[in-house]
């Protein structure tokens, strides 16, 4: 049972709330952007502001609606759970999209509020919840992926500053993002113990970003070298050796965004049964004419529903304890399982059409369904992979130890 805090408000409460959202989604939201899904989270990387993207970012930012349920203190909305699912549902209704994201929303934000003081916190989340500053992640080094806390880049304590000196791999964003969530090595005595979270601006002198290029034939990722890299000793969040402590928070919040368990990461567009219709064709009765696929994709849509629904319940669940928990790592096993699912289903209702690459004959939402195809083949590698997933999965939630 919840506890009186806890409660949601009463309906009555939350009806005067959804006229609110109403009224306010009308007088702000650009009709010209209806259904058009933030296109500056998308997976090939930031497009230009148009004047209307522009406007809607900073209406959504001003109101702290971008991040509903964030301390209103620090630019958020300050909602409870109920009022931020009217939200959804209202902005849904209006084929209304959040321009606030990256992951300065989905990773950063929450842990830097659990675990900053408060001069951090102030400096950098409310830039955070109006979509002002882009942040990337600073984990993966090349001999420290699976093993992560093998990591090496070592920041030597200077007095008044740290010197950086290393490099970071996969990287994503690292050529467009203004700053960098880094875990960096503080003691070489000890492994885990010896690592600690560190804030990277990215435009300081020592920092080198070089793009890698995928198979997609886009270039979201990056290797990332520091060389001499001054950080003033403010930017440390906790203290020195709570790093592995932070970062594995951090990566409970990645693990279930990236599972498409919020609804930020969830489909976008037309939805597989119209897609099938356009392409395929419908029989007689006006169902997909091809039986086969029909079944299939009834599977996957049930399938997803039940996840979408049971990571609802999850996350509820988690937040009334305090937060995310290792349940992060089931929902981004299985989330990122059914969006390569979605994927391959997609391909295969556009036919030819799904795997054209360049060139006049193919619109621009085949053309991304192809990208999105192949880049999503990494999502069950980053933010730590399906086999790791699995182990974290039997030592902390069935309780399976290793014998040796």
Same mark, same amino acid.
């Given at each position: 049972m919840a506890s009186a805090a806890e409660l949601d408000r009463p309906s009555d409460a939350l009806e005067?709330?959804?006229?609110? +959202?109403?009224?306010?989604?009308?007088?702000?939201? /650009?009709?010209?952007?209806?259904?058009?899904?933030?296109?500056?989270?998308? +997976?090939?990387?930031?497009?230009q502001e148009t004047p209307e993207m522009t406007a809607?970012?900073?209406?959504?930012?001003?109101?702290?609606?971008? +991040? /509903?349920?964030?301390?209103?203190?620090?630019?958020?909305?300050?909602?409870?759970?109920?009022?931020?699912? +009217?939200?959804?549902?209202?902005?849904?209704?209006?084929?209304?999209?959040?321009?606030?994201?990256?992951?300065?929303?989905?990773?950063?934000g929450p842990t830097l509020l659990e675990y900053g003081n408060e001069a951090q916190k102030r400096e950098h989340i409310p830039a955070i919840a109006k979509g002002e500053v882009r942040w990337c992640q600073g984990y993966s080094e090349p001999n420290a992926g699976s093993d992560l806390a093998n990591l090496q880049t070592f920041a030597e304590d200077k007095g008044d500053h740290y010197l950086v000196n290393g490099q970071k791999t996969w990287t994503s964003g690292g050529q467009w993002a203004d700053k960098c969530f880094c875990l960096v090595r503080t003691d070489k005595t000890e492994k885990h113990k010896g690592i600690s979270f560190l804030l990277i601006d990215m435009t300081s002198p020592g920092v080198e970003v070089k793009p890698i290029k995928m198979i997609s034939g886009m270039s979201p990722f990056c290797e990332t070298f520091f060389t001499n890299v001054k950080v003033p000793k403010e930017n440390l969040v906790g203290e020195e050796g709570q790093g592995w402590t932070i970062g594995k928070r951090l990566l409970q919040h990645e693990r279930t965004n990236l599972s498409g368990g919020g609804s930020r990461l969830q489909p976008s567009g037309p939805g597989l049964p119209d897609m099938a219709k356009k392409y395929v064709g419908t029989d007689a009765e006006g169902r997909i004419a091809d039986a086969d696929l029909r079944t299939r994709i009834a599977k996957f849509e049930m399938d997803w529903r039940a996840f979408l629904l049971t990571a609802m319940r999850i996350q509820a669940e988690s937040k009334a304890k305090g937060g995310v928990s290792e349940v992060s790592s089931i929902l981004k096993t299985i989330g990122t399982k059914l969006g390569q699912e979605r994927a391959e289903l997609t391909i295969e209702i556009e036919g030819l059409q799904g795997l054209g690459w360049e060139g006049e004959g193919f619109t621009q939402e085949e053309l991304h369904a192809v990208r999105a195809w192949l880049f999503g083949k990494a999502t069950t590698i980053y933010g730590g992979s399906t086999e790791i997933q699995n182990n974290v999965i039997a030592k902390r939630i069935l309780g399976m130890l290793d014998h040796q």
């Open positions: 005067n709330f959804r006229s609110e +959202v109403r009224d306010w989604l009308a007088a702000n939201f /650009p009709a010209s952007l209806k259904g058009k899904g933030n296109a500056l989270a998308s +997976v090939e990387g930031p497009t809607w970012r900073e209406a959504m930012g001003e109101k702290g609606w971008g +991040v /509903p349920t964030w301390p209103k203190e620090y630019g958020g909305g300050g909602l409870s759970r109920a009022e931020a699912r +009217v939200l959804a549902d209202e902005m849904a209704r209006v084929d209304a999209w959040n321009p606030i994201g990256g992951m300065g929303v989905m990773m950063f």
